[in-house]
């Protein structure tokens, strides 16, 4: 009993403990494990743990022919599915030097940005939860809701569509296709004002997200943090914009950009990303050329042997696609350069110093999807 | 003198933005008819899904039990993770020469991943899309189903 009360008294204000943030945690959006040593309440640094969901889709790959490539791709990025997709099959077509018709392209980018949009408005509805405002989150998935009803109709399934092949689609379109996504545009343009009036004028969320989180345009650049949440430190990385792909080139539309860099800058991104896809497809919906919606390729698809890179302007950032071809009919091997890994490699670097609560912001901000870091 | 308004005049902000949210929440709660909840147990009987709904692999058949599959094995070989096996079967025909036919095309939905391919690579069409979802079971075995019914034939005038 002696001894017990002559330890030395330590300074509880200067003592780092460590905590783990996950792999169960619901603000990590996933089985993600941080290690978070802390100083009271303050984040000193930060250990992200990753593979919890590894699945070797990588690996996977190597073993599949082209076209199957494309349902493994949806389960990595799992809300920007058909944008995946389409990287693997861009990838594919150049590679054969195969033209896909117009028709083809139009739809590609159409879908890509409703895909956008449904991303986007999921991450409000989980950012909205993480400040702690639930209604946020039906309210948002209310309207992904009418997206996912359009996805269904056409392409039979609501989050992993597996809806391009190489060389086209899988099916045309539904003939209802242009009609509800006009329905819903003009639905969503009337709703989105409630998410500005519901979260981004909140007094406790802009209080919790402005200056918090600060990322500078070098680390930005540095670290490789695309998307939104590189754009909002002023880094111009929007693949769409500088080396457009699909119709991207045929439309007017701006490249969001911020300043700040803070939490509350990569919000706003967001949302004006959403007005911004709306306009994309507004532009397009109309002009949809007749045509085929694929074209006729080989039964047994072999890329010649050389090297193969493929870029797309995902939900969250810039996804590579890089396959080593032997000449066989499936790769010799297959990397992604996925969005979400250099996304969480900077959650280190910007929440230091910050309050535990915002590293909870922050990383909400930063919009990490765990499958696509773990693949 | 200026901070002190300063400080009422961030509260009066502040109350403002929260009732702001508040009014959606309020618009919605005196508005029940935007109300979009699907009642799902109790529908069961109206709710009807989409044509083109991805439920299951299924082989249709005609009124005399009759399939378009020829067995050939293109669907296996298309399916990237093994859920199609087909057992195939050599008949005599009249003509003393034999006829491969199928004779079990194994589907096992537990390990589909409804890509499509297998519907897509099918040169006789005879495989589609079913709409039942709801495909929870006791026993993980009840999930491999065997697609051509018992007694069933090829349709004459396929071709392979």
Redesign the interface.
């Known amino acids: 009993m002696k001894e017990i009360i002559n330890l030395p008294v330590k300074n509880v204000e200067e003592e780092e403990y460590h905590i783990n943030m996950g792999p169960q945690h619901p603000s990590t959006h996933g089985v993600l494990r941080l290690v978070v040593s802390l100083q009271g309440e303050i984040v000193k640094s930060l250990k992200p743990h990753c593979g919890y969901i590894h699945r070797g889709i990588e690996k996977m790959c190597e073993k ?1 022919t082209y ?2 490539i ?3 791709t949806d ?1 990595m990025d799992y809300l920007s599915a058909h944008i995946n997709n389409h990287a693997v099959c861009m990838l594919v077509e150049n590679a054969l030097e195969v033209e896909v018709p117009e028709r083809v392209k139009y739809i590609r980018t159409i879908v890509d940005e409703l895909n956008r949009i449904a991303s986007h408005q999921l991450w409000w509805c989980s950012f909205g939860m993480d400040m702690g405002g639930l ?1 946020c989150f039906f309210y948002g998935l ?1 309207d992904r ?1 009418k997206i996912l009803d359009i996805f ?6 609501r989050l ?1 569509h ?1 809806y391009y ?1 190489p060389g086209g689609l ?2 045309d379109i ?1 003939p209802d296709f242009q009609k509800n996504v006009k329905a819903f545009i003009k639905y969503f343009r009337k709703k989105i004002k ?1 998410y500005d ?3 981004t ?4 969320m ?1 209080l919790r997200t402005k200056g918090v989180g600060i990322l500078s345009k070098e680390d930005a650049i540095s670290y490789g943090v695309t998307g939104p949440s590189g754009r909002a430190s002023g880094f111009a990385c929007d693949v769409r914009k500088h080396h457009p792909y699909g119709v991207y080139d045929k439309v007017v539309f701006n490249e969001v950009m911020g300043t700040a860099g803070d939490t509350f800058e990569r919000y706003m991104m967001r949302m004006h990303e959403m007005h911004e896809s709306m306009k994309i497809i507004e532009q397009l919906i109309d002009n949809i050329p007749p045509g085929d919606y694929t074209t006729k390729m080989k039964a047994v698809l072999k890329l010649p042997a050389g090297e193969y890179f493929q870029r797309v302007e995902a939900a969250r950032g810039e996804l590579g696609v890089y396959v080593i071809s032997d000449g066989n009919k499936s790769p010799y091997r297959m990397k992604f350069r996925s969005p979400n890994f250099s996304n969480l490699s900077v959650l280190d670097h910007v929440s230091r110093g910050c309050k535990i609560a915002d590293l909870v912001a922050i990383g909400g901000s930063l919009d990490y999807v765990i499958p696509d870091i773990d693949r | 003198m200026n901070s002190f308004f300063e400080y009422f005049a961030d509260i009066f902000r502040a109350v403002k933005s929260l009732l702001t949210g508040m009014k959606v929440t309020g618009r919605y709660f005196f508005s029940p008819w935007e109300i979009v909840t699907q009642q799902y147990p109790e529908n069961r009987k109206t709710l009807k899904m989409y044509d083109r709904f991805k439920g299951e692999v299924i082989m249709p058949h005609n009124e005399h039990n009759e399939h378009r599959c020829t067995g050939c094995g293109i669907c296996e070989t298309a399916c990237p993770n093994g859920s199609i096996e087909i057992i195939q079967a050599k008949i005599d025909m009249p003509d003393g020469k034999k006829k491969r036919i199928i004779d079990k095309h194994i589907y096992r939905l537990g390990m589909c991943t409804f890509c499509g391919l297998c519907i897509k690579s099918c040169p006789s069409d005879a495989l589609a899309w079913g709409q039942e979802f709801e495909h929870a079971v006791f026993d993980r075995s009840k999930l491999n189903k065997t697609l051509n019914q018992p007694g069933s034939s090829i349709i004459k005038d396929i071709v392979e």
Do not use: Y
């Not at chain 1, 269904?152 to 399934?157: K, P, R, T, Y």
């Not at chain 1, 004028?201 to 406790?204: E, K, L, M, T, V």
């Open positions: 599949d076209p199957q494309i349902h493994l389960r209604t209310r809701e269904e109709e056409s392409f039979g399934s992993l597996s092949t899988m099916m539904h409630d009036e519901l979260l004028g909140n007094i406790i802009q």
